[in-house]
């Protein structure tokens, strides 16, 4: 065994050269090609949503260069620290078998790679994909890995330069960590003032061409509950592209007599949109105000909910309670945004938080100032981003002495803090992704099987979190990166294939792509179905007259696409 020559710290070459051919020659090293291996084969293990071949080589080539990234590192700790290295000769020798091996691993998970997606895909009832995937999933994941080595050469290029200026005024090892200092600042400047910001704007300019076409076949609906038309607060203009599919859409009428076979009056929608008032105190006041207009606190339900970043309602929500109360419902919603969720999480989080607060406070305020008697039974709703801004909506303190009457959140994010807590101190033995909360008479948990089964009764004032198994945007948590999550324990969600297993720092990765760029089909990941949402809403608001066969006939009603 041999120890590597001390580096005399005090004679280094003014260029700083000698730390850049330490990382060459390190590269060089057996480890770091393990390293990536393993990371590359990991990342080709089945997740929660199946993955596009592009999406998944992308994965792949980034989990592949942090891992020699890592490994590189490692070896130059080793160094660091002066531990004995092989000799010449042994080095070669492991080389030789690290290669071999790590060609094996690599092959081999490639092979499966197609197998193991596949698992996922028949788990959501999908068709098997085909043709040459592991051999594109390979080629882009050798692209990716290069553009990250191009990037990474580029950065220690910049580092050269600015050690070796610093190398004129500083000590060594103090122009080092300054020139390491100033290059993640200049790179960091680069992507987020250049790129990011860049591309950002470049969203936002399409996201608002989009908010603002009008369809050419999408006309006011005529007498919609009054909720548009001559005599409306609301220009129809000004509701955006989602807040005119939301009041144009959905039930009729018409819709609810023909299968309930007698006279029903339509449901109403009250649709504030981001162009109708500039504030979203002003926006809350305008709903508030259209809401009275129309008669929305005439009806027997209310449903305050608020949208997604895009202003989207997903209408397998609204549709399924309008029928289960036989159009004595209203519902009010107003814009904050139109950017899609994520990208409104990164840039316009507190306005959705602070249009949801405004609304919730209006639309209560007045609620609470009516008759116990006589005022419609009131209910929060939200999606995704919209079921994390209508859990920031209210004060528990601030309605504890007269309450709405329950939430149904579907699909709540990770970061909801409601949420969070009831899982955290989920009862023993109820799993992570359909758990149990204290005795249920507050909280509780649903998915496509229904709701968890608790012995009490439900209370007067009722939380329920609709969530699936398999989302993504539910169940990411970025201490997978270095535990286990609890919800991939036995015994797993119904959608979750029992080919997934964890890995440090890669599955985190995995999931994180299957939340920006998953998809699924009606019924798994993010996206609930209508029958769902039936279940849940049952359970939650108790509609009369509905029995087992009764709400078979709804099912197979938005089984068939009548309302999608």
Known sequence: MSTPAEADTNHQSPSGSDCPGILRRYSSW???????????????????????????????????????????????????????????????????????????????????????????????????????????????????FGLLLLAARLFRRVFRLFVSFLHRFLPPRVSYLAG???????????????????????????????????????????????????????????????????????????????????????????????????????????????????????????????????????????????????????????QYSYLNSPLALLTEAAYGAEMAEAMFARIYGYWRSLPRDSRPRLFLHGLSLGAFNSDLSFNLFDIIDDPFDGALWSGPPYRTETWRKATAQRNPGSPAWLPTFRDGSVVRFANQQGLQKVDSDWGHFRLVFLQHASDPITFFDPAMMWREPSWMQSPRGPDVTPDLRWFPVVTSLQVAADMIVGTAPTGFGHEMAPADYIEAWVALTEPEGWGIHELQRLREHFHHGVHP
Not at 129 to 141: C, D, E, M, T, V
Not at 202 to 221: G, K, N, W
Request: charged residues 15%; hydrophobic residues 50%.
């Open 180 to 334: 390491l200092a100033v290059t993640i600042l200049v790179f960091w400047t680069a992507i987020n003032g250049v790129l990011l910001r860049s591309a950002l704007r470049v969203a936002d300019r399409s996201f608002q061409q989009l908010d603002a076409l009008i369809e050419p076949d999408m006309d006011p609906p005529p007498q919609f509950g009054g909720a548009i038309g001559s005599r409306s607060l609301v220009e129809w203009k000004d509701l955006g592209r989602q807040g005119r599919l939301f009041v144009s859409s959905g039930p009729t009428a018409d819709d609810l007599s023909a299968f309930f076979g007698t006279p029903t009056p339509a449901p109403l929608r009250i649709y504030v949109g981001l162009h109708s008032a500039s504030t979203a105190d002003e926006r809350a006041d305008l709903a508030l105000r259209e809401l009275i207009r129309a008669g929305g606190f005439e009806r027997s339900i209310l449903v305050l909910a608020t949208p997604t970043g895009t202003g989207w309602i997903d209408p397998g929500a609204l549709d399924t309670v309008e029928y289960l109360h036989r159009g004595d419902i209203a519902s009010v919603a107003a």
């Open 30 to 144: 057996p480890f770091p090609v393990v390293m990536a291996s393993i990371f590359f084969a990991a990342s080709l293990a089945p997740s929660l949503l199946p993955r596009p071949t592009a999406v998944q080589g992308l994965l792949s080539g980034l989990s592949l260069a942090l891992g020699y990234g890592l490994g590189v590192l490692g070896v130059w700790l080793w160094h660091y620290l002066q531990i004995p290295t092989a000799s010449a000769g042994w080095q070669r020798r492991i080389g030789k078998i690290s290669a071999v091996a790590c060609g094996l691993i690599i092959l081999t998970f490639l092979w499966k790679s197609s197998t193991w997606q596949n698992s996922v895909r028949e788990l959501m009832g999908m068709e098997p994909s085909a043709g040459a995937r592991p051999l594109l999933l390979a080629l882009l994941a050798g692209l990716t």
